[in-house]
């Protein structure tokens, strides 16, 4: 419920080794969002300490307690050090972020200008130039600038990949000062994993201004072979997406009709 008052759609919880909260977190989840009729997702996720830096896995929405736990047995963290924050992995950090890959994890460089504990400045050398071309996302405290953070991190060997403002919130009460903006159909992993493959068009920090233009938002018919099937546009799309006879001209003829707009070009008339 604090989640959803910060006015969030999408958090990550991303506890130090230890994956205990996440069964309990998801049931959370699920009842707020068929009580309060919002869509709110909390991705499972864990901190990890490798190689003298921070690293945090975030996993897919259906990711159960027991994945996690099967992905820190991997990593060679007994339960009876889970849960801890002095815990720290004894394996290598690529090893360890190919294991969060091989599972299915994003793998993130947590507040990466750390002088101690961040990637960017943890590390020297080869190492970081080693882990920076294998992490997905990097993470900045709030109030570091990410213009400055990116050229920082590119000098030393970051691939250009998605930076986001989201580090180290220890109660819900200060989640809405730590937050990015991301472009995306609905909140969930697929959006986080978009931002990796379009990270200028996908990641904001501050809030995004609503496009003044008019748009469509759907069209439905109520009659013929589309009758009562709606048509609903994504406002992030200008195009038509679908394979052979999905109907996409017939779309574009309907928009055309209700509009009273003619066809442009010769070729298509008739």
Same mark, same amino acid.
């Given at each position: 419920?604090?989640?959803?008052?910060?006015?969030?759609?999408?958090?990550?919880?991303?506890d130090?080794? +230890?994956?205990?909260?996440?069964?309990?977190?998801?049931?959370?989840?699920?009842?707020?969002?068929?009580?309060?009729?919002?869509?709110?997702?909390?991705?499972? /996720?864990?901190?990890?300490?490798?190689?003298?830096?921070?690293? +945090?896995?975030?996993?897919?929405?259906?990711?159960?307690?027991?994945?996690?736990?099967?992905?820190?047995?991997?990593?060679?963290?007994?339960?009876?050090?889970?849960?801890?924050?002095?815990?720290?992995?004894?394996?290598?950090?690529?090893?360890?972020?190919?294991?969060?890959?091989?599972?299915?994890?994003?793998?993130?460089?947590?507040?990466c200008?750390?002088?101690?504990? /961040?990637?960017?400045? /943890?590390?020297? /050398?080869?190492?970081?130039?080693?882990? #920076?071309?294998?992490?997905?996302?990097?993470?900045?405290?709030?109030?570091?600038?990410?213009?400055?953070?990116?050229?920082?991190?590119?000098?030393?060997?970051?691939?250009?990949?998605?930076?986001?403002?989201?580090?180290?919130?220890?109660?819900?009460?200060?989640?809405?000062?730590?937050?990015?903006?991301?472009?995306?159909?609905?909140?969930?992993?697929?959006?986080?994993?978009?931002?990796?493959?379009?990270?200028s068009?996908?990641?904001?920090?501050?809030?995004?201004? +609503?496009?003044?233009?008019p748009?469509?938002?759907?069209?439905?018919?109520?009659?013929?072979?589309?009758?009562? +099937?709606?048509? &609903?546009?994504?406002?992030?799309?200008?195009? #038509?997406?679908?394979?052979?006879?999905?109907?996409?001209?017939?779309?574009?003829? #309907?928009? &055309?009709?209700?509009?009273?707009?003619p066809?442009? &070009?010769?070729?298509? &008339?008739?």
């Amino acid at each position: 419920e604090m989640i959803v008052d910060a006015g969030l759609e999408l958090v990550a919880v991303t506890d130090h080794s +230890t994956a205990e909260w996440v069964d309990p977190m998801r049931d959370a989840a699920r009842n707020v969002r068929k009580r309060l009729k919002v869509n709110v997702v909390v991705l499972p /996720g864990v901190e990890l300490s490798v190689a003298g830096v921070h690293i +945090t896995f975030v996993f897919s929405e259906d990711t159960k307690q027991e994945d996690v736990n099967h992905v820190l047995s991997q990593l060679k963290i007994p339960p009876s050090d889970r849960g801890r924050r002095d815990t720290v992995c004894s394996i290598g950090l690529q090893e360890a972020i190919e294991i969060g890959h091989n599972n299915g994890a994003i793998v993130i460089g947590a507040h990466c200008l750390s002088q101690r504990t /961040g990637v960017v400045n /943890g590390l020297e /050398g080869k190492p970081r130039q080693l882990a #920076l071309a294998d992490l997905d996302i990097l993470e900045l405290k709030p109030g570091q600038n990410p213009i400055d953070a990116k050229k920082r991190a590119v000098d030393c060997g970051w691939n250009g990949g998605p930076i986001l403002v989201s580090s180290d919130s220890h109660t819900p009460l200060t989640l809405s000062g730590n937050i990015s903006w991301i472009k995306a159909g609905a909140p969930g992993f697929l959006a986080l994993k978009q931002t990796l493959y379009e990270p200028s068009l996908r990641v904001a920090y501050s809030a995004p201004v +609503t496009p003044q233009h008019p748009r469509l938002i759907a069209l439905e018919t109520f009659d013929g072979l589309y009758a009562n +099937t709606p048509f &609903r546009f994504s406002p992030h799309l200008n195009v #038509l997406i679908g394979g052979r006879g999905a109907g996409k001209s017939a779309a574009l003829d #309907l928009i &055309r009709f209700v509009l009273d707009l003619p066809i442009r &070009r010769a070729e298509h &008339r008739g």
